[in-house]
């Protein structure tokens, strides 16, 4: 009967991500919130109908103080694989990063069956879906705002806030209520948050600024490194 089930599953569910350390907080399969984003879905379950194709969920640990913030899902990275940050080029760096300052299990091997896990990091991002071109509007950002709010909440021992990329940090502050003005994003920049965690600022790990030298390994890793100092300054005490 099994066999069967799996015979008449719509092609698009043959990739099958990893199940959310956050389930309760994440949008449906099949969200319909933001048109010009479930359009691109559907063109691409027609066109790969092997890939994940849907909202991407969260992925880590669930007692993380650190969560990472991407912009979202890669057209051939997490939007193929179903795992954030996994497939492509941008998660080469990210999971090499992790693994130097020791936030890691395992080896990453761009596939969600690797065997990876993440140490005390749950990594999430700020759209759920592919945008065309990679390049969520502000509407879009606004609808699935509800989501990032949720998992950052939901995220008890939460201390630190990395955001991967400007989108990142301003879908952040405006989680928060600040304004963006006030809090300018820079590569290493710190800015104190309302419910008493911090977000930290880096380039985003994306291939163009790897190829262009803006963001290396090594600047990557400086980042981390100064957010684990960041977290033993920090109280321990579980946000309420």
Known sequence: MGSLVAFFLPPYRRAV???SPLADSEPPRDCSLCPRLVALREELRAEYPDWWN????????????LAVVGLAPGRKGANRTGRPFT?????????AALDQ?????????????????LNGVMILNAVKCLPP?????REEFGRCSKYLAAQLKGLRALRIVLAIGKDAHDAVLRHHGLTLARHPFAHGAIHKLPDSTALVDSYHCSRYNVNTGRLTLEMFVAVLTQ????????????RP
């Open 17 to 19: 991500s990893l199940p």
């Open 54 to 65: 849907a909202p991407v969920p969260a992925w880590g640990d669930r007692d993380a103080w």
């Open 87 to 95: 497939g492509d080029g941008a998660g080469d760096l990210l999971f």
């Open 101 to 117: 300052a020791g936030l890691t299990r395992g080896t990453y091997g761009g596939d969600p069956g690797d065997g990876l896990a």
């Open 133 to 137: 071109g990679n390049k969520p509007s």
């Open 227 to 238: 957010a684990v100092a960041l977290r033993g300054q920090m109280s321990s005490q579980i």
